[in-house]
T-cell receptor, first 110, second 114 residues
Framework: DQQVKQNSPSLSVQEGRISILNCDYT??????FLWYKKYPAEGPTFLIS?????DKNEDGRFTVFLNKSAKHLSLHIVPSQPGDSAVYFC?????????FGQGTELSVKP | NAGVTQTPKFQVLKTGQSMTLQCAQD?????MSWYRQDPGMGLRLIHY???????DQGEVPNGYNVSRSTTEDFPLRLLSAAPSQTSVYFC?????????????FGSGTQLSVL
C-alpha cells in the first residue's frame, strides 16, 4: 500500500512558466516532508523541505506548499528552466523511516 | 569530499548467487539506509540503521540482510539472488535520525539478476 503517491508520472512545461508537482499521502503520522531531485545515473539530491507545522516554505525559485487537511503537498518552480528537467520525488518522514513517492519526470522545453 | 560511496556501480548475477553491495560514508553520519528504485515504484526503503550495532527493517526487507559494525559502513547482502531483485540500489545517510535531517545519497548500484 503506497503511503506517498505521485499520480503524475510525467510533466512537460515551457521554459519560463510555472511547474507544479503534486504529492498525496495517507499516513497522518508523517511530520516532515521533503522533495528530492534526480538526474539520470546519479543519486537523488535534496531540494527543499517543510515541517508539518508550516504550510509553506520558499527557497529561491522553489516553493513547497503543505495542506495537512487534504494530506497533499505540492512543489512550485517559478520560473522553470531547462536545467530543472529531472525526476522529482516527494518523501515523508515518520520516525526512522523516510518514505518516497513514485516520482514525476519533469521536462522543461526551451 | 567523498560523501556516500557505493560499490560496485554495475553487477550482473545469476539466480541463486550471493553478493554484497558496499556502502561507506565519511561524514560521521549516524543514520544510514538502503533503497531500491524500480520503474513506477519510486524509491522503497529496504533496511536502515540509526547507529553502529542497530538495524531495522524498511518497506521491502525480504531477501536482504544488513549489519552495521562501524559508523562508516553499511553493507547490503543478497544471500540468494532472484530476478525480482533486479533494480537500482541507493545507499543514503544523514547526520542522525532527527526529523529535519536530510538524506545524502550515493550514486547507485545497478544490479541485474538473470
Amino acid at each position: 500500500d503506497q503511503q506517498v503517491k505521485q499520480n503524475s508520472p510525467s510533466l512537460s512545461v515551457q521554459e519560463g512558466r510555472i511547474s507544479i508537482l503534486n504529492c498525496d499521502y495517507t499516513n497522518s503520522m508523517f511530520d516532515y516532508f521533503l522533495w528530492y531531485k534526480k538526474y539520470p545515473a546519479e543519486g537523488p539530491t535534496f531540494l527543499i523541505s517543510i515541517s508539518s507545522i508550516k504550510d509553506k516554505n520558499e527557497d529561491g525559485r522553489f516553493t513547497v506548499f503543505l495542506n495537512k487537511s487534504a494530506k497533499h503537498l505540492s512543489l512550485h518552480i517559478v520560473p522553470s528552466q531547462p536545467g530543472d528537467s529531472a525526476v522529482y520525488f516527494c518523501a515523508a518522514r515518520s520516525g526512522g523511516k523516510l518514505i518516497f513517492g513514485q516520482g514525476t519526470e519533469l521536462s522543461v522545453k526551451p | 569530499n567523498a560523501g556516500v560511496t557505493q560499490t560496485p556501480k554495475f553487477q550482473v548475477l545469476k539466480t541463486g548467487q550471493s553478493m554484497t553491495l558496499q556502502c561507506a560514508q565519511d561524514m560521521n553520519h549516524e543514520y544510514m539506509s538502503w533503497y531500491r528504485q524500480d520503474p513506477g515504484m519510486g524509491l522503497r526503503l529496504i533496511h536502515y540503521s540509526v547507529g553502529a550495532g542497530i538495524t531495522d527493517q524498511g518497506e521491502v526487507p525480504n531477501g536482504y540482510n544488513v549489519s552495521r559494525s562501524t559508523t562508516e559502513d553499511f553493507p547490503l547482502r543478497l544471500l540468494s539472488a532472484a530476478p525480482s531483485q533486479t533494480s537500482v540500489y541507493f545507499c543514503a545517510s544523514s547526520k542522525e535520525q532527527a526529523t529535519n535531517e536530510k538524506l545524502f545519497f550515493g550514486s547507485g548500484t545497478q544490479l541485474s539478476v538473470l
